[in-house]
């Protein structure tokens, strides 16, 4: 498929100079149209810092510190969101790219009515549509997230919390953005409600269609419902590939431990072993792969000389890219 966001070398430090600590490292990434990508490693890789970076909404003391992201609006020429104006930004973000952080669900305005909270978005963006027609595209959307329209005079408080981040996404699709992101936390959605709102974006995508790119821990909801994954580890992308060949046969030695620290919903059962260690330290990351210290494949380069992210040996065909020297030993070692 055509890459609708294309984020080349996106590097994002939090402070400067001596105190910076390195959050993303260098990430090329990219989603397709029409794609389900999601984003996955253990608690403090970057994925939220990459997803706020990508957008420009990092919370001081963030910072981009290089890098290129690309929109392609598809029948215009693409759109390079770092360069690009706050005035056009602040336009762009939701109606072309919508972004649900993090605990969104709780940012609902507790003393305004779900009705209000919707067409406010709508007004904003769109102001010379009548209230009639912001009500009723406000049904509408709140019908599309599976909530009934009776709900609409509803304050955030008296619904549930799987109700209130389905109004977080239908106010995501107001504008009917080209591309849906969504953060999940990690402890405050259980995974029962993860997998609703997944399913029901992976819904929406078909009906609608819109990119999604989907953050999370939970490697068996990506495994089930995404299209390709990418795994994060210590601020660089370790692996990306189609979510089968991931699941299925995954090459990296960290992806092959996060697929073993979760129950699978569907197929054989695996054995649950967890990855031993913890996340690298940002300030005083490993020398060479940053995941040696963890690794139990760890060899002699491993230590010694940081892996890029490639195409595996003898599978340059499988639209897969991985960094490790495992698999990418033939050219790295010359
Ligand atoms: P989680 O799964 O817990 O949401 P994450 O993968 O989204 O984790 P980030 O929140 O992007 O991780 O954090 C990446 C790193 O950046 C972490 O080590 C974190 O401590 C650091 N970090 C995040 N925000 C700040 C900040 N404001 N100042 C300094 N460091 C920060
Ligand atoms: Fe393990 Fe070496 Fe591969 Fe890093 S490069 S994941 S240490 S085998
Ligand atoms: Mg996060």
């Not at 230590?303 to 495992?326: I, K």
Request: aromatic fraction near 6%.
């Amino acid at each position: 498929g055509e890459p609708v966001l294309d984020i080349r070398g996106l590097s994002v430090d939090y402070g400067l100079g001596d105190a910076a600590v390195h959050a993303v490292r260098d990430v090329s990434l990219t989603l397709h149209r029409g794609e389900v990508l999601g984003l996955a490693g253990e608690s403090g890789s970057g994925k939220s810092t990459l997803a706020y970076g990508m957008l420009r909404l990092l919370p001081p003391p963030g910072v981009v510190r290089s890098g290129q992201v690309f929109y392609h609006p598809g029948d215009d020429e693409p759109v390079e969101l770092m360069s690009l104006s706050a005035k056009r930004l602040r336009r762009f973000r939701w109606a072309e790219v919508a972004i649900v952080f993090q605990g969104a669900m709780n940012s609902l305005n507790p003393v305004h009515t779900v009705a209000t909270q919707l067409t406010d978005v709508i007004a904003a963006h769109e102001p010379r549509t009548t209230p009639a027609a912001r009500r009723a595209r406000a049904v509408e959307l709140l019908t599309l997230v599976g909530i009934n329209a009776d709900r609409l005079g509803s304050f955030p408080h008296q619904l549930s919390g799987g109700m209130r981040q389905r109004v977080m996404i239908a106010m995501a699709l107001a504008l009917e953005p080209r591309v849906v992101v969504m953060d999940e936390p990690t402890t405050a959605l259980d995974v029962v409600m993860q997998r609703q709102i997944l399913a029901k974006l992976v819904e929406l995508r078909e009906r609608i269609g819109f990119s999604v790119l989907f953050i999370t821990h939970d490697l068996s909801l990506l495994v089930e419902f995404s299209d390709r994954i990418a795994i994060m580890y210590g601020g660089r992308i370790v692996e990306d590939a189609p979510a089968g060949q991931l699941y299925r046969d995954s090459l990296h030695p960290y992806s092959d431990g996060l697929l073993h620290s979760f129950p699978a919903l569907r197929g054989p059962r695996r054995e649950l072993t967890g990855i031993p260690g913890s996340p690298p330290d940002l300030r005083a990351m490993p020398s060479g792969c940053a995941f040696h210290p963890r690794c139990p494949k760890a060899f002699d380069p491993c230590a010694e000389r940081t892996p890029t992210l490639l195409a595996p040996d003898g599978r340059e065909d499988q639209n897969r890219t991985v960094a490790c020297w495992l698999h990418t030993a033939d050219r790295a070692m010359t």
